[in-house]
Every structure is written in C-alpha cells, then in structure tokens.
C-alpha cells in the first residue's frame, strides 16, 4: 500500500523473490508500472526491473495475506498490517480503522526514492525491523519473517518494536529537521557546527520524550545517534526535506508536530523541535496546498 521509495523498494524485492505481489500506485507512477514495469537503480545491487501487479484502488483485488503499509503518514487513516511509516502513532491510526491488534510495528531502513514515475532510486541500507505490538512472536509475523528472508530482505522479529519505532523516530526528526530546515544535505549539516548542534539537540529532545512515553531506550541511545547520523552518505537528505524541495506535502505533523504536541502534554521542553515545527509548517501543505 504506497509504492514510493519504502514500498517500491521492498516490494520489488518480494516480487524477484517469485511471491505474488499486488502495488498501490497512482498518477504518473501508477501508469508506468503498468506499462513499463518498476525500474529499480540501486547503487548497492545494481538495476533491475519487475513487473508487479498494480492497482490505483483495491475494490476487487484478492484478499491478501499480509499489507506492508507504506503510505505517507498523513495518507493512514485515509488509506485505512504492517505499518513501515515515519512516526510513532500510525500503528494506533490503523488499529482505529481495522480494530485493536490488526497492525503491526514495523521501522524500514532505507535510503530510497522515487526519481521519476516508475523509478525507484536505492542509494543505501534496506532492512526491516518489525514485531507485534504486544512483544509476542505470533504465528503471522514469523511468517511474514520468512517471505523476507526469501526474498533476501535483511530482517528483525523484535519483541519490543516500540523501541525501534522510537529509535527511527529520533533518527528521523533530526535529520528530517535539519535537512528540511537549512535545505541542505546531511553532509552540510555535519560540516555546519551550530547546525550539527542544532541536530544533537533535536535527538536529545525527542529521547527525553520516548523516555517520559515509558519507552525503553537504551541508556546511549542520543550518541549512537548522533554516532549513525556520522556514516550516513553526506549527499543523503531526509524525504521531507526533498518533499518541500519539490513543494510536495509534508509529513510534518506526523514527526515534528506530534513530537512539539506530545513534549506540551507531557511537560517535557521540546524548544528545539518546536522552532522546527512552526519554520516548516508553512509549507506543510505543499504548493498545490
């Protein structure tokens, strides 16, 4: 469900894997899959090209097995399991529309983009970690374990994905924030040092919330951080701020305004993320907005 760099990417992967794969696309991007198959250029494995099934909607379509929910989070309660979006409170979106203990947490490790309608562009990583809520290895989740490992997805079964949802969530506001904020890559960021301290205390503030959310973060977890933002690529920017680059919605409210809202209802100062927040909301619209 979404078919942009997260969904194109690991979908394309499960296609190669020889497993019956159904796409949700739309516009440009939907028409070319359906006509020229999803191109996949990856500087990791090289090009390829798969020819999935692909729908604009799912009236009709078979029941499936297993959805990898990889929509923008603005999308979820509209497009309403496995949720591999940005953001920590998707999984309770979907179980509003589907009932309590249909989604699973899921966090997608991937540096993949859309370059042009049916082109996926795969710079780096691409591991899945995901797990059911509750902390229990459920039958559907090894299963869906193993349609990964089969198609040669790096993959995680954790018993406590609300951390790693937490821990992406830190990475991503960060780097989301500073990219979009300066629109800049991550490298100028680092190269910057009152923005690259800008950074550290964007992670430092997002922790204290997980901590204050009784989330179980690893007591080291703002300098491992800081320390995985060192080796990303420094042409790399975050999807948000190439969103607001090409005037596109932004997944704001989703990071940086749940963050800035959570921080006001739980008394934990977020000034950093909130100047973030109100800088980018603007243009959170996009320009169609």
């Excluded at 499936?64 to 496995?82: G, H, Q, R, Y």
């Excluded at 995901?130 to 559907?140: A, I, Q, V």
């Excluded at 997805?153 to 937490?166: G, M, Q, Y």
């Excluded at 989330?215 to 920017?237: S, Y």
């Amino acid at each position: 469900m979404g078919s942009g760099g997260v969904g194109g990417y690991f979908g394309a992967k499960l296609v190669r894997a020889g497993l019956e794969v159904t796409m949700v696309a739309r516009g440009a991007h939907l028409g070319t899959i359906r006509r020229a198959g999803l191109t996949i250029r990856s500087a990791v494995e090289g090009d390829a090209v798969v020819r999935p099934a692909a729908v604009e909607r799912l009236e009709g379509a078979a029941r499936a097995d297993a959805v990898l929910f990889c929509v923008k989070s603005f999308d979820t309660e509209d497009a309403a399991v496995l949720s591999l979006q940005n953001g920590v409170d998707n999984e309770d979106k979907i179980d509003a529309q589907l009932g309590r203990g249909r989604a699973m947490g899921g966090v997608a490790q991937v540096f993949a983009t859309i370059e042009a309608p049916g082109v996926i562009r795969h710079q780096a990583a691409g591991r899945i970690i995901f797990g059911e809520l509750d902390g229990r290895t459920s039958d559907r989740a090894e299963r869906l374990r193993d349609a990964f490992v089969r198609a040669e997805i790096p993959t995680e079964l954790s018993k406590d994905v609300r951390r790693a949802l937490w821990e992406k969530y830190i990475l991503i506001c960060a780097v989301a924030g500073t990219t979009a904020v300066t629109r800049e890559t991550v490298g100028v960021v680092r190269e910057t040092p009152p923005t690259w301290r800008l950074f550290r205390t964007i992670v430092e503030e997002v922790t204290a919330l997980g901590r204050a959310s009784d989330v179980d973060l690893p007591g080291d977890v703002v300098d491992q951080t800081v320390k995985f933002a060192e080796a990303i690529a420094p042409g790399n920017r975050a999807s948000l701020a190439q969103d607001l680059l090409q005037g596109k919605r932004l997944e704001l409210e989703a990071l940086h305004g749940h963050a800035a809202r959570l921080g006001e209802r739980l008394g934990v100062p977020t000034p950093a993320v909130f100047a973030v927040y109100a800088a980018l909301l603007p243009h959170a619209a996009g320009r169609r907005g």
